[in-house]
């Protein structure tokens, strides 16, 4: 049995206590693992789409965490894994950080005691079709109650459809844009709410990033303008907790998915990296399990060796069973 679905049947055993959090204490450098895995159960009338807008995860996340539950009637009385443990991307802590595979925003701040936090929230990013554009970037306005003004590729493309978009959508409860509204250094590019919150956590629009209502409410009145935002891609995030290294895999973008083995030659060369500084002792199996399921939860996959004198090159060759 894989080391993920022995780790899934020992959590359903011990965990019931559930908490919701969306802001965390920095962790001390060389250390970038946030959160912990939780569970919770469901009512009659749940769905998982009203659990992951409960404890602020996005519909793609909380899919792929729990692939035997029916999104729609998930049964009352069912255990939901919240795959509420993050590995913090691999990027400066400062400012607005989102990694488009894993659909999550990162915002690097310090609290009213000055102390380091993060405070992290699942998004919506662009379709294949319209991808939002990766790269460094800064907020430059913020509106409340915005208007839209749907650009002509827009319009041209629900005119496909027979839907005729105005000019101007005023603020509403129409207004794809909701209530809040960031504007990027980017021409054309938002950080905004939306009218329709059960699409957070996919890839659904022309670019921009959605959030949540209640999110964006709240990043609104954190943010400044000027604030640094730096959008990447990364599918695999590797993380250090005490003596462990953890893997965090992602389902890739479409247009950029790895393969096993193009994920595997990747995770390695971290790991080699890795063990030039500390001895490590390679969980083959944990780390097989995590490139095939892309669950986009943290595994531990390595642990700091009892022999730290030598340091062994890492590669494909030593694991002939990950192939």
Same mark, same amino acid.
């Given at each position: 049995?894989?080391?993920?679905?022995?780790?899934?049947?020992?959590?359903?055993?011990?965990?019931?206590?559930?908490?919701?959090?969306?802001?965390?204490?920095?962790?001390?450098?060389?250390?970038?693992?946030?959160?912990?895995?939780?569970?919770?159960?469901?009512?009659?009338?749940?769905?998982?789409?009203?659990?992951?807008?409960?404890?602020d995860l996005g519909q793609n996340e909380i899919l792929i965490a729990n692939p035997g539950v029916d999104r729609w009637i998930p049964g009352e009385k069912t255990?939901?894994?919240?795959?509420?443990?993050?590995?913090?991307?691999?990027?400066?802590?400062? /400012?607005? !950080?989102?990694?488009? +595979?894993?659909?999550?925003?990162?915002? $690097?701040?310090?609290?009213?005691?000055?102390? *380091? %936090?993060?405070?992290?929230?699942?998004?919506?990013?662009?379709?294949?079709?319209?991808?939002?554009?990766?790269?460094?970037?800064?907020?430059?306005?913020?509106?409340?109650?915005?208007?839209?003004?749907?650009?002509?590729?827009?319009?041209?493309?629900?005119a496909l459809d027979g839907d005729i978009l105005p000019d101007v959508v005023p603020a509403g409860p129409d207004?794809?844009?909701?209530?809040?509204?960031?504007?990027?250094?980017?021409?054309?590019?938002?950080?905004?709410?939306?009218?329709?919150?059960?699409?957070?956590?996919?890839?659904?629009?022309? /670019?921009? !990033?959605?959030?949540? +209502?209640?999110?964006?409410?709240?990043? $609104?009145?954190?943010?400044?303008?000027?604030? *640094? %935002?730096?959008?990447?891609?990364?599918?695999?995030?590797?993380?250090?907790?005490?003596?462990?290294?953890?893997?965090?895999?992602?389902?890739?973008?479409?247009?950029?998915?790895?393969?096993?083995?193009?994920?595997?030659?990747?995770?390695?060369?971290?790991?080699?990296?890795?063990?030039?500084?500390?001895?490590?002792?390679?969980?083959?199996?944990?780390?097989?399990?995590?490139?095939?399921?892309?669950?986009?939860?943290?595994?531990?996959?390595?642990?700091?060796?009892?022999?730290?004198?030598?340091?062994?090159?890492?590669?494909?060759?030593?694991?002939?069973?990950?192939?």
């Amino acid at each position: 049995m894989h080391t993920l679905k022995l780790c899934a049947i020992f959590l359903l055993s011990s965990i019931t206590i559930v908490s919701h959090a969306d802001r965390y204490v920095q962790p001390p450098d060389g250390e970038n693992l946030i959160g912990k895995i939780q569970l919770t159960q469901t009512k009659h009338e749940d769905t998982l789409l009203d659990i992951a807008r409960q404890f602020d995860l996005g519909q793609n996340e909380i899919l792929i965490a729990n692939p035997g539950v029916d999104r729609w009637i998930p049964g009352e009385k069912t255990r939901v894994l919240l795959p509420t443990r993050f590995i913090l991307p691999n990027a400066p802590r400062q /400012g607005i !950080v989102v990694n488009i +595979p894993e659909m999550r925003l990162y915002y $690097f701040t310090k609290d009213k005691q000055k102390q *380091s %936090v993060v405070i992290t929230h699942p998004i919506s990013v662009g379709r294949m079709d319209w991808n939002t554009p990766l790269g460094l970037t800064r907020i430059i306005a913020k509106q409340k109650d915005p208007s839209w003004r749907p650009p002509d590729s827009i319009k041209e493309e629900h005119a496909l459809d027979g839907d005729i978009l105005p000019d101007v959508v005023p603020a509403g409860p129409d207004n794809p844009l909701g209530q809040y509204a960031i504007r990027l250094a980017v021409p054309g590019y938002l950080i905004h709410s939306t009218n329709k919150p059960f699409g957070i956590g996919m890839r659904v629009t022309h /670019g921009c !990033v959605r959030m949540y +209502p209640t999110d964006i409410e709240k990043l $609104f009145e954190q943010v400044e303008i000027n604030t *640094s %935002v730096r959008i990447v891609n990364q599918q695999i995030k590797f993380g250090r907790s005490m003596d462990k290294l953890y893997i965090e895999v992602s389902p890739g973008l479409e247009e950029n998915n790895m393969n096993y083995t193009e994920a595997l030659a990747f995770a390695l060369d971290i790991i080699d990296k890795e063990s030039q500084s500390i001895s490590l002792r390679v969980d083959g199996n944990a780390l097989r399990t995590a490139l095939e399921e892309r669950n986009g939860i943290p595994v531990a996959i390595a642990h700091r060796s009892a022999d730290d004198s030598t340091h062994k090159q890492t590669h494909l060759s030593q694991f002939p069973k990950l192939l």
